[in-house]
């Protein structure tokens, strides 16, 4: 929307966030295969874990701050390649 005046021009922005699911492609080459399972293995916690550590925020996937078997499992239904 632009509203205008007599010495000024306001434009105003309506912007979406999406809040998609994370697609387990970590490398962003196409599919997900087990380059991107080595990659959340580096990552990995384990049962109990109660946050993510540096930089690995990307592998949660059920986005619960924590990397464990939830994460791992959706990782592995997600498999695509080789």
């Given at each position: ?8 021009v306001?434009?105003r922005?309506?912007?979406k966030l ?12 196409g599919?997900?295969?087990?380059r ?7 990552c990995?916690?384990?049962q109990n ?8 925020d ?14 791992y499992t959706?990782l592995?239904?997600r498999?695509?390649?080789?």
């Amino acid at each position: 929307m632009r509203d205008s005046g007599p010495n000024y021009v306001y434009y105003r922005f309506i912007t979406k966030l999406s809040l998609a699911p994370r697609d387990a492609d970590f490398d962003s080459d196409g599919d997900v295969d087990l380059r991107d399972v080595a990659a959340y293995q580096n990552c990995f916690e384990g049962q109990n874990a109660d946050t993510c550590g540096t930089g690995c925020d990307e592998f949660d996937l059920v986005t619960d701050h924590s990397l464990d078997v939830h994460d791992y499992t959706l990782l592995l239904d997600r498999l695509t390649g080789p």
